[in-house]
């Protein structure tokens, strides 16, 4: 079946400008994870959604960040006044938590994004 | 502190060598474990959930010490195609999120 896929694959923007990042989990996946990952770097946590709660925002690195998910479908990860340390691959999975736990995360292919 | 860390590497060996990374955590309330693969530029996927009496798959091997809170990768007969970056997985009893490792780099020498 079709996994997760995001758009754009990459995104090259000017400094101050606001760009938004879309990302369309597999169906039924209920979780959806956002996370940034800077070029030789680990995978820095920034967003969750599970159904209808309220997000976890706990990794939003500032006021610039956000992110929004329709039901249980596409998200949208929001960044205004773009600055060249947001420069990074943005990553999105989704997951199918299990009763009593998390179940193993399916990852996009990612947006690179290039703040000039 | 860091609720997972790994020893970045890199580690480079010859085909056919054993390798292990270690990968600890602080938080004494974990309850799973992962080994993810992330191949050059690519997105990371799945190698294996690690339990608590190791688990085996193929030439790989999990393995989970509670009490010293760490897991464990081994790669048996290495293969020019283990040349990736292996990142390790960590989720609490509470909460929500998957916290990765910073990942351990290997690459298979010919």
């Known amino acids: 079946g079709a996994g997760v896929s995001q758009s754009p694959s990459n995104k090259v923007t000017e400094k101050g400008k606001d760009v938004e990042l879309r990302c369309d989990p597999i169906?039924?996946?209920?979780?959806l994870y956002w996370y940034r990952q800077r070029l030789g770097q680990g995978l820095e946590f920034l967003i969750y959604?599970?159904?209808?709660?309220?997000?976890?925002k706990s990794g939003l690195p500032s006021d610039r960040f956000s992110a929004e998910r329709t039901g249980e479908s596409v998200s949208t990860l929001t960044i205004q006044r773009t600055q060249q340390e947001d420069s990074a691959v943005y990553l999105c999975?989704?997951?199918?938590?299990?009763?009593?736990?998390?179940?193993?995360?399916?990852f996009g292919p990612g947006t690179r994004l290039t703040v000039l | 502190r860091k609720e997972v860390e790994q020893d970045p590497g890199p580690f480079n060996v010859p085909e056919g060598a054993t390798v292990a990374f270690n990968c600890t955590y602080s938080?004494?309330?974990?309850?799973?474990f992962f080994w993810y693969r992330q191949d050059c530029r690519k997105e990371p996927k799945l190698l294996m959930s690690?339990?608590?009496s190791g688990n085996e798959d193929g030439r790989f091997t999990a393995q989970l010490n509670r009490a010293s809170q760490y897991i464990s990768l081994l790669i048996r007969d290495s293969k020019l195609s283990d040349s990736a970056t292996y990142l390790c997985?960590?989720?609490?009893?509470?909460?929500?999120?998957?916290?990765f490792g910073t990942g351990t780099s290997l690459t298979v020498i010919p």
């Open positions: 999975a989704s997951s199918m938590p299990l009763a009593g736990g998390l179940n193993e995360q399916f």
């Open positions: 938080n004494s309330a974990s309850q799973s």
């Open positions: 169906s039924g996946h209920t979780a």
């Open positions: 690690v339990y608590s």
């Open positions: 959604f599970q159904g209808n709660s309220a997000p976890d």
């Open positions: 997985v960590v989720i609490l009893t509470t909460g929500n999120q998957f916290y």
